[in-house]
């Protein structure tokens, strides 16, 4: 099987997790509802928490499946990148088999279509109390998410940079003022966010990227 099969094969599993997570599950219930194709949790937090990372890399694979580049050459490049997502997306798409897609996204599921169509009806309700449930990393990442949708601005300018110390000061005047008394995320944190989202800073700076607060 060769890359441009294997990348055909992956967004059919990439469809399934999109369906999971819109059904309402949490990160890791659909880390571990794909577990049976493979895919692993940095993984699954590459595709619902950094998809501008992880298109930029299917983007970039097509164009090694086009150019028929060797597996050596295909990780020897992206490994710049120092993603765990990105480097379990290679070992998938490296170590993929030839089973029945159909039978073990069936087998996932755990339950008939018509089921999982009835049961988001359900899930709907109860969305709120899903969300009570949800571990505290990911409550954290899902503000984080909206900080960085409110407030930050990726750009093909190259000149467009910001420091981490900026960064924070913007997160900490968005924090106050969206969650009152709630006690922010420490530095380290938002620099692990900021490190999964736009990849590795140069000198604790990110180019490409502007604040708009």
């Known amino acids: 099987m060769n890359l441009r099969e294997r990348l055909n094969q992956f967004q059919f599993d990439l469809e399934t997790l999109e369906l999971l ?5 949490s990160n890791s219930t659909v880390a571990s ?3 049976s194709l493979s895919v692993t949790r940095s993984l699954v937090d590459l595709v619902l928490s950094n998809r501008r990372l992880l298109d930029s890399v299917l983007l970039r694979l097509n ?20 993603n765990s997502g990105v480097s379990d997306l290679l070992n998938l798409l490296y170590s993929v088999s030839s089973t029945n897609l159909t039978e073990v996204v069936a087998e996932s599921l755990s339950e008939p279509v018509s089921e999982v169509v009835s049961e988001s009806v359900v899930l709907e309700e109860t969305n709120n109390e899903s969300e009570d449930d949800e571990p505290e990393l990911n409550d954290l990442n899902s503000r984080l998410n909206t900080f960085f949708k409110e407030c930050v601005n990726e750009s093909s300018d ?22 009152s008394n709630d006690e922010f995320p420490d530095k380290k944190e938002l ?21 708009s607060v």
């Open 33 to 35: 509802d794909m577990e």
């Open 63 to 82: 164009v090694y499946s086009e150019k028929n580049l060797t597996e050596s050459v295909v990780r020897s490049s992206l490994s710049r990148l120092n």
């Open 158 to 179: 190259a000149t467009n940079v910001v420091k981490t110390s900026e960064f924070y000061t913007a997160l900490t005047g968005w924090w106050e003022n969206t969650f």
């Open 21 to 25: 997570h819109d059904l309402g599950r």
């Open 191 to 211: 620099k692990n966010y900021l490190s999964s989202r736009l990849g590795k800073a140069t000198k604790n700076t990110w180019s490409n990227v502007s604040l």
